[in-house]
């Protein structure tokens, strides 16, 4: 079963601009993290936000955490093509010692 | 640092044939899990390793899935007979059990086809 839900399913935008992903879950969580993926490849680690965080930055992602809503965002500034990928979010859910549920992910385009 | 190794990276076999992927992980990594994913979905938990003990294989079909890791580094996914609804990605990973803990590092998959 899957408990992450990206929003957008697929996203496509003009290289420079913004793009912002969300994810919502249905369980409390120990921490969230995004993984990016590219075509045929494996999943690479974005960022881990932890429940007791509301947001973290690293270079140009920014990812916030609402666990009231149980929703958590991905924003991604000044695009570039090669940012072009699906994105995962997967919840680390309280009591599962790192368990990771992945959801079905968004296809972000970044149209150079 | 090398990251997670897997082969092969492709296969492709008829319905009924057995098949076996390898998992090397990152050196250290006391955890190896593996991943099922779907054409379009995110991946699934099969099974996860601490050291050589099988600590989650809830997910795991085991009247045709089997898997090892002996001496606790290298592992090993079995499908036998393959069956057409196991064609997908299967994803190894690692997770350092220092640091921050809770990063898992993906090697490339093995994308298996079944005809």
């Known amino acids: 079963s899957q408990q992450g839900e990206e929003d957008p399913q697929a996203l496509s935008i003009q290289e420079g601009e913004n793009a912002t992903m969300n994810c919502s879950y249905k369980?409390?969580?120990?921490?969230l993290q995004w993984y990016r993926q590219n075509s045929g490849r494996g999943l690479v680690h974005l960022i881990l936000?932890?429940?007791?965080?509301r947001e973290k930055h690293s270079g140009r992602l920014r990812v916030t955490l609402d666990t009231s809503k149980k929703s958590s965002s991905l924003l991604i500034t000044a695009s570039r093509a090669a940012d072009t990928a699906s994105y995962f979010c997967?919840?680390?859910?309280?009591?599962?010692?790192?368990?990771?549920?992945f959801g079905k992910g968004i296809t972000l385009s970044v149209r150079p | 640092e090398a990251g997670v190794v897997q082969s092969p990276r492709y296969k492709i076999i008829e319905k009924k044939q057995p098949v076996a992927f390898w998992c090397n992980p990152i050196?250290?990594?006391?955890?190896l899990y593996w991943y099922r994913q779907n054409l379009g979905q995110g991946p699934e938990l099969l099974i996860r390793?601490?050291?050589?003990?099988?600590?989650?294989d809830s997910q795991l079909p085991k009247d045709r899935f089997s898997a090892e890791r002996l001496k606790g580094v290298d592992s090993t996914l079995k499908i036998q007979p393959a069956e057409l609804g196991d064609s997908a990605v299967y994803l190894c990973?690692?997770?350092?059990?220092?640091?921050?803990?809770?990063?898992?590092?993906f090697g490339p998959g093995t994308r298996l086809l079944v005809l």
């Open positions: 990973a690692s997770r350092d059990p220092g640091g921050a803990g809770e990063t898992q590092y």
């Open positions: 369980t409390s969580i120990n921490n």
């Open positions: 936000i932890r429940s007791n965080e």
């Open positions: 997967a919840t680390d859910a309280a009591g599962a010692n790192s368990k990771l549920t």
């Open positions: 050196s250290g990594h006391n955890t």
């Open positions: 390793y601490e050291n050589e003990e099988a600590v989650d």
